[in-house]
């Protein structure tokens, strides 16, 4: 049996799955937390890994290895392959202005059609931009920037900086990539912080890989959302991810260009592309209308699947916390359509669940405005454990909608991209349906539901 390895280097942990390259079954696993915050010194990631590969039983007998990471972010290395300071991660909202000034040096159409993506505080060129503005001593040390998957392949493969490699979906989320033509926008980097000199790591091919310093099989990696879809093997449906935030996101064949920004033109980890979504409001909205009830998401659901559909007319906005999609920073949540007979906890259980659902519909929307087809979804994250949230969905986006077993499917994805490079193809293993048993929900009726939501929506966005 060959054995390869998986990491998921995310915000909040590491995570090391170790599988059979031919079958995909689970061997061993292992995990190690990262530090909080919003900006970490690397080392930490590197720490973790070690902790999580030693919770694995170790990689002595594994042929290959992936890492996955968390998207964006920016390390800074010097001359000597040093971190000049801590990494700021993707979750680092202190480059929202540099983000705004970019957008209008440039345009953002201009930004779409170059990069596909608009920038914002996430992207590693408006960090960039800040640091040029805030850190220029940093800067100015700098002479390499990369991001977290980058940066623990190169640690495990050893050498210079100009061992740095990366990925296709990585290197779409900083801003400064062109994944249609494969090729860094130098001049878009120049822009950002006046060094288009920077060293940028080599961006090898989905299926391309190095070796480690232990001589190991290295994987070209990818970003998070690219590997989970390699870990759902979900082909041509739409995988919609409910933690904190929401998640969209499709494989394509063409790289959407949305100068509203809505839609991120990212690359997948097989050669394509990656249209996504996010909305702010998910799984927390959840958290928030069930303590609002008294109880805790068990009940929710409970509740929820007591009220008839369309909840008696009760409709919840769920802009809790602002919005991305639509654009609302600023914008809150708004209840519609209470009388004293709808004014139920039911009611309200059933109108946060289709809220939510309907928030995500919208990115949806988007997508297929994009020209990205939607023929299922596949659902995953905290929220798709909740039985409401898997019977209610189907009505609300209006296709199929199958729910996979919980699982830590970046680092699957990371796994099997590891034994694609193993293995060779020009596509990935197809790993047998058994490793990843998925419940079907089918297509219902959606006019109902998300009619009410979009006038409720007008309605509120019209005050």
């Not at 609300?396 to 193993?422: C, I, S």
Request: charged fraction near 20%.
């Amino acid at each position: 049996m060959t054995l390869v390895a998986g990491v998921d280097s995310s915000t909040q942990s590491c995570k090391v799955v170790i599988r059979d390259a031919e079958t995909g079954r689970l061997v061993r696993s292992g995990r190690a937390a990262h530090p909080p915050g919003t900006e970490v010194h690397p080392d930490h990631w590197w720490s973790a890994l070690q902790e999580a590969i030693a919770a694995a039983g170790g990689i002595e007998d594994v042929a290959a290895i992936s890492v996955a990471g968390q998207q964006h972010g920016l390390v800074c290395l010097g001359e000597a392959g040093r971190v000049v300071r801590d990494a700021l991660l993707w979750n680092d909202t202190r480059s929202a202005d540099a983000a705004a000034d970019l957008v209008e040096e440039l345009g953002a159409r201009v930004w779409a059609q170059r990069t596909g993506s608009v920038p914002v505080a996430s992207f590693t060129v408006t960090k960039l931009r800040w640091l040029a503005d805030h850190e220029p001593d940093s800067l100015a040390r700098t002479a390499a920037v990369c991001l977290p998957h980058d940066w623990l392949t190169w640690r495990l493969r050893g050498g210079g900086l100009d061992e740095l490699t990366t990925d296709r979906s990585d290197a779409s989320g900083t801003g400064y990539f062109d994944s249609t033509s494969g090729e860094y926008c130098r001049d878009l980097l120049k822009l950002a912080c006046g060094r288009g000199d920077l060293l940028l790591p080599r961006v090898l091919d989905a299926n391309e890989s190095t070796t480690s310093a232990s001589g190991h099989r290295l994987a070209a990696g990818a970003g998070d959302n690219a590997a989970a879809r390699l870990g759902l093997a979900a082909g041509t449906d739409v995988v919609v991810s409910l933690g904190t935030s929401g998640v969209a996101s499709a494989s394509s064949t063409i790289r959407p260009a949305d100068p509203t920004g809505t839609v991120a033109g990212f690359a997948d980890a097989e050669g394509g592309h990656l249209p996504l979504v996010c909305t702010l409001n998910a799984a927390r909205v959840l958290d928030t209308i069930a303590a609002m009830l008294g109880g805790d998401l068990s009940r929710l659901s409970e509740l929820a699947l007591s009220a008839a559909p369309g909840a008696e007319g009760v409709v919840l906005v769920p802009y809790f916390d602002g919005e991305r999609t639509p654009n609302l920073p600023t914008a809150t949540g708004a209840l519609h359509g209470l009388t004293t007979s709808t004014a139920t906890p039911a009611n309200i259980a059933r109108a946060a669940v289709e809220g939510m659902l309907c928030g995500i519909a919208d990115g949806l929307e988007a997508l297929t405005a994009q020209g990205v087809s939607v023929p299922a979804v596949r659902l995953i994250g905290g929220a798709a454990a909740l039985r409401a949230v898997r019977e209610i969905a189907p009505s609300v986006f209006g296709v199929p909608v199958l729910v996979p077993e919980p699982g830590e499917y970046v680092a699957d994805g990371a796994a099997r991209q590891a034994a694609w490079a193993l293995l060779g193809g020009a596509e990935p293993p197809e790993w047998p349906e058994s490793t990843n048993p998925v419940r079907r929900y089918e297509a219902a009726a959606a006019d109902a539901v998300r009619e009410r939501y979009r006038t409720a929506r007008t309605r509120y966005l019209e005050r």
